[in-house]
């Protein structure tokens, strides 16, 4: 499907996230916090959840992506991410090809499963979310303009991740436009194409593998 080098640049936020986390994830509760797409923070810094996010656009699926050549014994069961960003974003991300600030992205895991109902081939998101992560651009407020959250359940406040951890330096390194993978997002990149905003970093990559095609 991806050409090599593409599909193993997938998360290891996913991969590390699915194996501690499901015990701590509970179902998705129907009253929290922000419900604005604007992101919100407490008085500690924390990120308030966005709680609407299932009504935002879809931007994709993967599933099973990984950094890493081979899974080293660590992925027993599939997992698919989905990844949604607020409307706001989305439209202007339509006639820039890039992110306006206050964008909100979310990456949710979910439990591919095969097994149920009358399903005989492939795979199917089941159960609740195991992992939930946010990418956000707030310029005023994070010295590189984006920051990473992690989120212990859904409903529950988004840690900050501190800079220099290997979620920046792999979005920064692999991203194709402004630190998000707007390669494996197939409404925004012919978009990112078109306008010209695509990164260095990326078009190295690209060049470097012969995957551009
Ligand atoms: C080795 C590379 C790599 C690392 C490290 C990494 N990611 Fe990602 N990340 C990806 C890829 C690839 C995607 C695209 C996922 C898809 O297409 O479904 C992605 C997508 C995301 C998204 C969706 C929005 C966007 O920016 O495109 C979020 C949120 C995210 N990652 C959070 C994190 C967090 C938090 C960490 C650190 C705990 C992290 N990532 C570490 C490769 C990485």
């Given amino acids: ?119 005989q081939q492939g795979h199917f998101q089941s159960g609740g979310v195991m992992d939930l992560e946010v990418h956000v651009k707030d310029e005023a407020r994070f010295p590189g303009k984006w920051a990473f959250f992690s989120f212990d359940s859904v409903g529950s406040n988004g840690t900050l991740i501190p800079q220099g951890a290997p979620c920046y330096t792999c979005h920064t390194a692999h991203a194709a436009v402004d630190t998000t993978f707007v390669q494996f997002y197939p409404t925004l990149l012919p978009i990112a194409q078109k306008k010209g905003t695509l990164s260095a970093a990326y078009l190295k990559d690209e060049a470097g593998t012969g995957a551009g095609k």
């Fill in 1 to 119: 499907m991806f050409p090599k080098a593409l599909a193993t640049a997938g998360a290891v936020c996913l991969v590390a996230g699915a194996i501690a986390l499901p015990i701590a994830f509970r179902p998705l509760k129907t009253a929290m916090a922000a419900s604005a797409a604007a992101p919100a923070y407490n008085k500690s810094g924390e990120l308030l959840p966005p709680t609407n996010y299932r009504e935002w656009i879809y931007l994709s699926s993967g599933i099973d992506m990984s950094y890493a050549p081979k899974a080293a014994g660590m992925q027993d069961h599939s997992m698919f991410d989905n990844v949604f960003v607020n409307p706001e974003a989305y439209r202007a991300f339509l006639e820039t090809g890039t992110w306006p600030d206050k964008t909100v992205m979310v990456l949710e895991a979910r439990e591919a499963r095969s097994k149920g109902s009358i399903n």
